[in-house]
């Protein structure tokens, strides 16, 4: 019965945190979108004026707004493809993966809740990569759990440091807060559920200071 | 009607654009991108109509709104929320917005909605 209600309750969170990235990205494209409509919206309105004036839109003006316009479609591009491929890390219960991918796509999704916050969230990730069987929406969901409580725990202008390090058969992910204070950066739901996925996983955390190390092995 | 307007909006090229438009229809637009100094510019300028993000770093549009009812309770706040966060929207209205517009808006649904509330701002400063 226990066990039932635990296994409800994190199916709850899985849920929630898919929503959570969900709705963080679809606001980002909106705002992509609202952009490249009020740009269109201020070619059209430059147009009347130019037909009611008889004079031209100046050619420099155009291309301007035609440049900005290529940015926002880039950028629109971007998050449709980080939404996508998000989407798609619940497909496979167990497939090979480099974590390094995994961990990358996961900053790049938790940088509008670092802008949101202040807060600067920066990764190393110039070391090798660490390609092993994985869940890649549960190992996500625990990056998540973890960059997102940092940055949650953060005063303004603080920064997260999230480094990707493997030393033979291991990889150890340290999650620090560059700030002092020695605020804790997990609430105690938080530390519940990343325990339980990581025993899913068959990984481990540890915790010092303003640090939290996931460490992960071959083949979980 | 030609109003002074205070716009505020996280998204540097949508605020600065939606302002351009406005100054094109001959409105005077101040676009601002940090709430913050939104305020600051608030506390030393009198705008008819404030029209605000509700989500954005540092403080929020709700945040902002509370801050400009308390302080300049004549100046009529508009929210913009994204698509799906009505809620957000809603609780400005509790909060004294006088309404909240869903992004991507349409620039004519602004000026009327801006329109609306500077009349009703101004027949309630002179008592009508």
Redesign the interface.
Known sequence: MKNQVENDEMNQERLAFFGKII?SL??EI??T???G???S??LE??SF?SRKNGVPIPLDRMESIAG?LI??AERGEILIRRLNKFSHTVDDSVRIEDLKNLVSDMIDLCQRFA????VELKADLSGIGFTTAVNPFTFQQVIFIVVHSMITSCE?DEKVQVIFNVEEDLCKIPVSRISGGGRPALDEASSRILKYLLSELNAKMEQKDETIALIFTKGH | MRMKILLVDD?G??VY??A??LT?RGHQVDAMTDGNLALERVATTKYDVAVVDV????ISGLAMLKIINRDHISLPVILLT????SEDGQEGMDEGAFAYLI???N?EDLIETMTRAVEESHEKSSGK
Request: without cysteine.
């Open positions: 709705a679809s606001h909106m705002n979108v609202a952009t409509k009020e740009l919206g201020l309105d430059l004026v900005k940015h926002q802008l949101l916050r202040q303004k | 998204e090229e949508l654009t939606i351009e438009r094109l989500k954005m770093p540092g994204g698509h799906g966060s992004k991507p808006v620039i």
